[in-house]
């Protein structure tokens, strides 16, 4: 089975740029994360989605993020304009069902964003 | 913010069993306790949950104190590719995961 796939790998940026990340979940896979994690810290949910509509996107700086999955398939998050303290590991995430005791999220590799 | 606490580090050597604590005092009667480790460079990996019960699988098993305060992953046998950062997640089945700064766990030859 294949995992979650996600690209690029690696990315780096001027402050001020745009930048998006493009995310391929688990074939099957209704639900998908986007997380943020900062060097040190545990990922931290931007934002969900369940097929093409939005779960739960509280965490989500929405001045400057963006993501949709408008055939309720693969992802892009986007951030426009990027700040210093966009610098991160962005990860994306499946999962079969969204909620109940047996809950698995698959996870990608993740981007590396550095911004200067 | 989380609702767990866990050590920053730990070492084990290899072949040795790796006990991972956690403590989770104010954890709920509907929440469940997960762990999920990540190894350098790679995305979270689901390793194990329980309720109440003590559980195995083949990665590991999970064991949860009688009034559920805490409990305690143990990996049998450590070896060097069980070198990675373990968190430990409490939740109701119908949150999301919150993700603390986990235990980094440092298996050596």
């Known amino acids: 089975e294949a995992g979650v796939a996600q690209s690029p790998r690696y990315k780096i940026i001027e402050k001020r740029q745009s930048v998006a990340f493009w995310c391929n979940p688990i074939?099957?896979?209704?639900?998908l994360y986007w997380y943020q994690q900062i060097l040190g810290q545990g990922p931290k949910l931007l934002i969900q989605?369940?097929?093409?509509?939005?779960?739960?996107d509280s965490q989500l700086p929405k001045d400057r993020f963006s993501a949709e999955r408008l055939k309720g398939v693969d992802s892009t998050l986007k951030i426009q304009p990027a700040k210093l303290e966009d610098s991160a590991v962005y990860l994306c995430?499946?999962?079969?069902?969204?909620?109940?005791?047996?809950?698995?999220?698959?996870f990608g590799p993740g981007t590396r964003l550095t911004v200067t | 913010d989380a609702k767990t606490t866990q050590p920053t580090s730990m070492d084990c050597a290899e072949g040795r069993a790796a006990n991972l604590p956690c403590n989770h005092s104010t954890i709920s009667g509907n929440e469940y306790v997960y762990w999920y480790r990540q190894i350098h460079s790679q995305g979270p990996q689901y390793i194990i949950h329980g309720l109440k019960n003590n559980e195995t699988n083949e990665m590991a098993s999970l064991i949860i104190t009688e009034d559920r305060k805490s409990s305690t992953l143990i990996l049998p046998h450590a070896t060097l590719r069980d070198t990675a950062v373990y968190y430990c997640?409490?939740?109701?089945?119908?949150?999301?995961?919150?993700f603390g700064t986990g235990t980094r766990l440092q298996v050596f030859p």
């Open positions: 995430a499946s999962s079969l069902v969204s909620h109940g005791p047996i809950y698995e999220q698959y």
């Open positions: 074939s099957g896979h209704a639900t």
């Open positions: 997640i409490v939740r109701e089945y119908t949150d999301k995961l919150i």
């Open positions: 989605f369940q097929n093409n509509g939005v779960v739960d």
